[in-house]
């Protein structure tokens, strides 16, 4: 419960402005998990010549993220460079819920493939910001009208990737992509566990302190989907 409120109606109220029944609920996500299906690839394997390069957008620990064309389809991808050949624990695991994960409302995986021995991670291309340059472009308060439909769209999002068994455990503003048509796009699933694992393999130590739900904060490594509604109401 948050504040008194079940989870439940909780996601409900933020999504469609009034409660739903449990089997309103379950329909809502049996026809999001049909539309799935249907909405993007799942990772096909390409390789460098298949992506025009068109400029460094980021760089971190593991390599550096490049804006690229993929040339068959004219399309805008961010491909994840990285500089070690073998990969850790959090690129795997990313790379793993990017193939579970399949929702218009999170960053699709496009390719994989291997440059001299690396691996490369290719996804579609968000280009109008975070969540984070909004909150600060409005430091009184997002306008409501925007604000609840920023809202819907992550809860949207959080669904699908629930629906898809999987937990993101990192939401944060920074993590939540702005697309052009306004709607948002979950990224950066390192921290990602899956829902039906239980606590086996569990940390507690994850998503960020300002977004950590109770139980994380008290170090129990039983929890579920509810960190990340906790996160989404931060």
């Known amino acids: 419960q948050i504040f008194g409120v079940e989870p439940l109606n909780f996601v409900s109220c933020c999504a469609r ?89 999170v960053c699709a995986l496009v390719a994989t493939y291997s440059e001299r021995g690396k691996l490369r991670i290719a996804m579609e291309f968000v280009g109008g910001g975070t969540l984070l340059d909004v909150l600060e472009a409005h430091p009184r308060g997002v306008p409501a009208p925007r604000a609840a439909s920023l809202a819907r769209s992550l809860v949207d999002a959080v669904a699908g990737m629930h629906g898809c068994g999987v937990l993101h455990r990192d939401l944060k503003p920074e993590n939540v992509l702005l697309a052009t048509d306004c709607t948002i796009k979950l990224c950066d699933l390192g921290d990602a566990t899956w829902i039906d694992n239980g606590a086996a393999g569990r940390t507690s130590y994850v998503a960020t302190r300002w977004y950590r739900a109770p139980e994380l904060l008290v170090r129990s490594k039983v929890y579920g989907a509810a960190v990340d509604i906790w996160a989404v109401g931060c």
């Open 17 to 105: 402005c009034m409660p739903l029944s449990q089997l309103d609920w379950q329909a809502l996500e049996a026809q999001k998990q049909a539309q799935k299906l249907q909405s993007q690839p799942s990772g096909m394997a390409l390789n460098e010549s298949d992506f025009e390069a068109l400029g460094v957008i980021g760089e971190g620990s593991y390599g550096t993220v490049v804006k690229a064309r993929e040339r068959a389809t004219g399309r805008l991808v961010a491909i994840k460079k990285f500089r070690d050949a073998e990969l850790d624990k959090t690129t795997k695991r990313e790379l793993e819920a990017l193939r579970r994960v399949r929702h218009p409302g």
